[in-house]
């Protein structure tokens, strides 16, 4: 029979709760501040009176962003460097995990090889003998930028090869009694059972290239080819200075379209929406693979 619980533990308990509760609130509750402004209309944003509820409901941030080609462009880049980048980092991070957690396998320099991509993980060259090597290479202002320096995570690579070491051994010595080969072990054994780890690799990457800003600013010199996350922080840090002051420097014919154009949208409002939309495909996705992300993280991790 199971005694109840004293009163300490139901009251560390209740503790506990009043903690998460407060810190999950304080994770959401500027959020849902973020979300009011953006549906508010121009007189309540403009004196800051907005809540966590909408004042004067209206859509025109949203209709602005829709129709600004820039911000389009910009996520219609994002999601092709997300879905490129999480297959390339998949595929990558799986064949060079895969060799080197099977001891089994003759692969001379195993030690050495793990000690240089330690080395890799813990220090890097630098920013400009970074850009001085993506230059020589031919990426500079090329999409692949985005893609192909990232594609190969140290972290990733750990996790993977860890958690290969917990599959059992008699799935290998059972394949390698039907003749298979180990791209065949790999494909149809290991990767079918790790599907944990391989979605905590997906969540990781997708993230990863969705929130990534610095290196669409330093690689690539066209506006047009930056990632969704480049252009937001050029909005953020410089152009609301000018929607701020959208009539000066401008025309008499240029100012009246940019007033017309805005109606009810105001800067802050157009962030916040802006934010909004950025945010919003990882908030989908997320939900769909956290369930994997304690197992994939913690399955093997004890291993050497």
């Known amino acids: 029979m199971v005694r109840d619980r004293s009163l300490g533990y139901r009251i560390f308990d209740w503790v506990l709760y009043a903690i998460l509760m407060t810190m999950a609130l304080s994770c959401l509750l500027p959020f849902v501040h973020l979300l009011s402004k953006s549906f508010s209309n121009r007189q309540s944003v403009s004196a800051?009176?907005?809540?966590?509820?909408?004042?004067?409901?209206?859509?025109?941030?949203?209709?602005?962003?829709?129709?600004?080609?820039?911000?389009?462009?910009?996520?219609?880049?994002?999601?092709?460097?997300?879905?490129?980048?999480?297959?390339?980092?998949?595929?990558?991070?799986?064949?060079?995990?895969?060799?080197?957690?099977?001891?089994?396998?003759?692969?001379?320099?195993?030690?050495?090889?793990?000690?240089?991509?330690?080395?890799?993980?813990?220090?890097?060259?630098?920013?400009?003998?970074?850009?001085?090597?993506?230059?020589?290479?031919?990426?500079?202002?090329?999409?692949?930028?985005?893609?192909?320096?990232?594609?190969?995570?140290?972290?990733?690579?750990?996790?993977?090869?860890?958690?290969?070491?917990?599959?059992?051994?008699?799935?290998?010595?059972?394949a390698l009694l039907d003749?298979?080969?180990?791209?065949?072990?790999?494909?149809?054994?290991?990767?079918?059972?790790?599907?944990?780890?391989?979605?905590?690799?997906?969540?990781?990457?997708?993230?990863?290239?969705?929130?990534?800003?610095f290196d669409g600013i330093v690689f690539l010199s066209k506006s047009e080819s930056w990632p969704l996350q480049s252009f937001m922080y050029t909005v953020i840090t410089s152009r609301m200075l000018e929607w701020q002051t959208s009539g000066i420097g401008m025309g008499a014919k240029d100012a009246s379209q940019s007033a017309q154009s805005f109606m009810n949208a105001t800067p802050q409002g157009l962030v916040a929406a802006m934010i909004f939309i950025a945010s919003l495909p990882i908030m989908l996705v997320y939900p769909f693979l956290q369930r994997y992300f304690v197992t994939g993280l913690t399955i093997g991790s004890v291993k050497g």
Request: no cysteine; proline share 5%; aromatic share 12%.
């Open 48 to 174: 800051d009176i907005v809540g966590l509820w909408p004042i004067g409901f209206n859509i025109e941030n949203y209709a602005y962003i829709m129709g600004d080609r820039q911000f389009l462009s910009s996520f219609g880049v994002s999601t092709a460097r997300v879905l490129l980048g999480v297959v390339l980092t998949l595929f990558i991070t799986v064949i060079t995990a895969y060799p080197l957690s099977r001891d089994r396998i003759h692969m001379p320099g195993r030690t050495a090889i793990k000690v240089l991509l330690l080395i890799g993980m813990l220090f890097s060259a630098g920013l400009i003998p970074s850009f001085l090597a993506i230059r020589n290479l031919g990426l500079y202002n090329n999409f692949l930028v985005l893609v192909i320096p990232g594609a190969l995570s140290i972290f990733n690579v750990i996790v993977v090869m860890n958690f290969f070491r917990g599959i059992p051994a008699e799935l290998e010595e059972a």
């Open 179 to 213: 003749g298979a080969s180990h791209m065949d072990i790999l494909f149809r054994v290991f990767i079918p059972v790790s599907l944990p780890v391989l979605a905590t690799v997906t969540l990781f990457t997708a993230v990863g290239h969705w929130n990534a800003w």
